[in-house]
């Protein structure tokens, strides 16, 4: 290879791209309902980190790339690694100073995003249930970063050996487009419906078709020998009108695509990312009317620092958002958290990303850092901050890593009892945890409530509703849910004391329909079933019509979900229509009931307080006491 510098042209219209996309990715982490596609932001990255990174490189004519790999895995250092470690200790700083709950969670998080293997991280480290409900970590975004980094070390090489093998591009470029194809086969045979989809959509095997299809672009596309010279009015038109539908597809996937979609992850993704391909191939063209629009200053203005822009989102929203405003944003906090990020991103762009792009490591740090005391009285106040604060920081951050920073107690996992069986008076010992352990919250008076308070209970609840008679007797009650049923499982006996209650903390659908052989007898008309499920992720209309079926001739009582993430407006609407499918199934409105109270749930927003607890109960209470009403509600 040769030591030459980087050779290609600035075209603007990519900035429109990257502008778009990552406001695509910033309305989808803020839960705007517009933007449920809006994941699909960082598949458009990728497709444009592998076009500009191959066409960089790529010679002009022969198999010598344009750089050396010294020269240019330099270069990706420097435009990458400062903002981004800049992020990492100033988030991991505020965290220690302010919010040490999350601590625990973000101490192996910071380790992982410094060394570029978090989407590894997240895999395969296993955290407790408890750790994957409350604040997300604000580390989480950099997933997709260390892809990227982890490609820019490998293509390079891989690039040199396919050039020196298959000696045409042309060759290469099948060779590449078979490999991007490999990988998305494997994430459709990795991919299970209705489960955790984590390893498929962070793992750098089955994303790496995004980056390839970039790669492959460059090889059949390449961006320096694009011309208007010898394209005919016919095939301008041509390359506009494609543009064009290629663009409207990509607004219409963020629209209306989910990331709970199975066809998603079975080629959906991999057909996205070609059509990005060929949106990125009609921009770069000099002719692309497209790429003129895509050109306008604010949205370059925003390109330019997309990088900044997307780095900061997350930690901004995480720590800036109550537990109980994720997934129901608050606007006027959204519009103050995007204005400080768009600071914080020029801010970054002009005194870290830029001058050390340009001058390197060491000039900045001469510039910038001054720890001669002879020369301390000349040097301006920035510079004396900078020199203060920097070795500060790195200070706590270091102590912090090593687990010298202390952090706020946490409750054990031990505390929580992790399933419960019910059946009449005969309990497990979990349930038995569940009923007496106070360590929880402090819940012992409002559960453990006498016969007349809870005869008072139920007498008031039937004055709220419009039948002052139970219009069905049930002869048998089966519940069946997750850590919420758990919650309300001595609360719901005490009601009903014959009831049976399974539940488990963790437990999605898919999991339930495995219980269904061993409460067949419930299947009849005069018994009655209370499923609950849902906080832990969505799941397919086989997997729950397949639950649901089961009791068929029940009465089925589905309670809905209020959960600060990303499935529960998924999860409420498919229980939503099957209520409204079935003449024996009742909807029980937990959403609608505890939307506006964050004072029902404990500090992870899920779990549920002695308040939460009672209102749920009653719920449930109201709903089975007026029979199969469709709807049940307070």
Not at 95 to 119: C, H, P, W
């Given at each position: 290879?040769?030591?030459?510098t ?11 791209i ?19 596609g809006g ?13 500009l990174?191959t ?11 344009t ?10 250092f ?57 604040s ?76 390839l ?19 005919s ?97 608050s ?42 005391l ?7 106040l920035?510079?004396?901050i ?42 497990s010992?979990?349930s ?34 419009d039948?002052?008679?139970i ?15 758990i ?32 409460y067949a ?91 939460g ?5 009653n ?16």
């Amino acid at each position: 290879m040769s030591g030459k510098t980087l050779n290609h042209r600035y075209i603007p219209g990519l900035d429109g791209i990257r502008a778009l996309s990552v406001l695509a990715v910033i309305a989808y982490h803020f839960s705007f309902g517009w933007a449920r596609g809006g994941f699909l932001g960082v598949d458009i990255f990728f497709v444009l980190s592998g076009y500009l990174i191959t066409s960089t490189v790529l010679p002009l004519k022969g198999n010598q790339l344009t750089v050396s790999l010294g020269q240019f895995w330099i270069g990706r250092f420097r435009r990458l690694l400062p903002a981004a470690y800049v992020m990492i200790i100033t988030t991991f700083v505020w965290v220690m100073l302010f919010n040490k709950d999350l601590l625990n969670t973000l101490r192996g998080d910071a380790i992982s995003s410094i060394f570029y293997s978090s989407n590894w991280w997240f895999i395969f480290h296993k955290l407790s249930y408890f750790d994957s409900f409350g604040s997300p970590s604000p580390l989480k975004n950099l997933w997709s970063l260390a892809i990227e980094e982890q490609f820019y070390l490998l293509w390079p090489i891989l690039l040199i050996i396919g050039l020196y093998v298959f000696k045409k591009q042309s060759s290469l470029s099948i060779i590449v487009f078979i490999a991007a194809l490999s990988s998305a086969v494997l994430m459709s045979v990795l991919y299970q419906p209705g489960e955790d989809p984590s390893r498929i959509y962070y793992g750098t095997d089955t994303r790496s078709f995004e980056l390839l299809i970039g790669c492959w672009l460059a090889l059949i596309w390449p961006m320096k020998k694009l011309s208007s010279k010898e394209l005919s009015i016919k095939n301008i038109n041509m390359l506009n009108s494609i543009s064009l539908v290629s663009f409207s597809i990509i607004i219409l996937c963020i629209i209306f695509v989910d990331e709970y979609q199975a066809y998603l992850y079975r080629g959906g993704m991999f057909l996205f990312c070609i059509n990005a391909a060929i949106l990125i191939a009609c921009v770069c063209h000099p002719v692309s009317y497209l790429g003129k629009i895509l050109s306008w200053k604010p949205l370059c203005w925003l390109g330019s620092r997309s990088y900044g822009i997307y780095l900061w989102h997350y930690p901004i929203m995480v720590l800036g958002t109550p537990i109980h405003e994720i997934g129901n944003p608050s606007y006027w906090r959204v519009g103050l958290q995007l204005v400080l990020i768009l600071v914080i991103a020029e801010l970054s762009y002009r005194f870290i990303e830029s001058p050390i792009r340009k001058q390197g490591f060491r000039s900045f740090y001469r510039k910038n850092f001054v720890f001669n005391l002879n020369k301390w009285g000349s040097i301006t106040l920035r510079n004396k901050i900078l020199t203060i604060l920097i070795p500060l920081f790195l200070l706590v951050f270091i102590s912090g890593t090593l687990g010298m920073g202390g952090e706020a107690k946490k409750n054990s996992v031990k505390d929580y009892p992790t399933d419960i069986k019910i059946n009449g008076e005969e309990q497990s010992t979990n349930s038995k945890i569940a009923e007496k352990d106070s360590s929880k919250v402090d819940t012992k008076e409002e559960i453990d409530t006498t016969d007349e308070q809870g005869i008072a209970s139920t007498q008031k609840e039937k004055s709220v509703s419009d039948t002052t008679s139970i219009k069905k007797t049930y002869k048998g009650i089966l519940a069946i849910g997750d850590s919420l049923m758990i919650d309300v499982a001595s609360s719901l006996q005490e009601i009903y004391p014959n009831i049976t209650i399974d539940a488990k903390i963790g437990r999605q659908v898919h999991q339930a329909v495995k219980l269904v052989p061993n409460y067949a007898g419930f299947n009849q008309p005069d018994k009655a079933v209370i499923i609950q499920l849902g906080t832990n992720g969505y799941f397919t209309d086989t997997q729950i019509e397949t639950l649901l079926g089961a009791f068929s001739n029940a009465d089925i009582y589905l309670v809905n979900t209020r959960v600060p993430r990303s499935w529960e407006r998924n999860v409420n609407d498919a229980l939503y229509k099957k209520a409204q499918m079935y003449d024996n199934i009742t909807l029980i409105d937990w959403y609608s009931a505890a939307i506006n109270h964050p004072e029902y749930f404990e500090p992870d927003g899920v779990h549920l307080v002695p308040g939460g607890v009672k209102t749920l109960t009653n719920l449930i209470q109201q709903a089975i006491n007026n029979g199969t009403s469709k709807l049940a509600y307070l």
